[in-house]
């Protein structure tokens, strides 16, 4: 599959999406992911955003942008980086729609933990903690989900504190 037909990031903490909106509908009127879009625009895949899906797709708020080491962003966001930039963006989705509830029946089935494949052929690891979903990057850094079930027509997204970066 190609990266670009399943990438489908973005959106927002508060937004209450309909079920007709498209990520991308629902990314431009998030104030908390201007950097996304921002991303997303860079790496040439908001046209795949507004294809069938269904995507879940983790999305960072800016603030786990910002947490980066200085001059990341900026970086990635140069035409010279779109091949890495994509691959990091992709590694943010996971095709198929599974909603919080899905997600922790899977870790539950799972003895605590499940590991899924992102569109960006790596994988990602959910675990609970304290009642809240984990999820853990091939480098063991990790992220938490901090709002969940923003529906779009084309999947579901839930927001994550922290980037997440392939190997």
Known sequence: MKIKLLFAILLGGVLSASAQ???VDVAVSSKDHTTLVAAVKAADLVSALQSAGPFTVFAPVNDAFASLPKGTVESLLKP???ATLAKILTYHVVAGNLDAAA???A????NGKVTVKTVSGGSLTASLENGKVILTDENGRTS???ATDLKAGNGVVH?????????
């Not at 870790?107 to 799972?110: R, V």
């Not at 927001?159 to 190997?167: F, G």
């Open 107 to 110: 870790i539950q089935n799972g």
């Open 80 to 82: 010279e980086n779109k």
């Open 144 to 146: 938490t989900v901090v």
């Open 21 to 23: 909106n498209t990520v």
């Open 159 to 167: 927001v994550i504190n922290n980037v997440v970066l392939p190997k």
């Open 103 to 105: 997600v922790v029946k």
